[in-house]
């Protein structure tokens, strides 16, 4: 799931496994679907 940030009156939607940041929605949606982050809780 993508979140959504505001910095500056600029929308950002962050990946929430690795925390990247995407100017496109479809881009960070694609990516998270992609990323290999894991959640650091699993692997500690
Ligand atoms: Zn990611």
Same mark, same amino acid.
């Given at each position: 799931?993508?979140? $959504?940030? +505001?910095?500056? /009156?600029?929308?950002?939607?962050? %990946?929430?496994?690795?925390?990247?940041?995407?100017? $496109?929605? +479809?881009?960070? /949606?694609?990516?998270?679907?992609? %990323?290999?982050?894991?959640?650091?809780?699993?692997?500690?």
């Amino acid at each position: 799931m993508v979140a $959504v940030t +505001e910095r500056e /009156e600029v929308r950002w939607y962050e %990946c929430e496994k690795c925390g990247l940041l995407f100017d $496109v929605k +479809e881009d960070a /949606e694609q990516h998270e679907a992609n %990323c290999d982050a894991e959640e650091p809780s699993y692997i500690q």
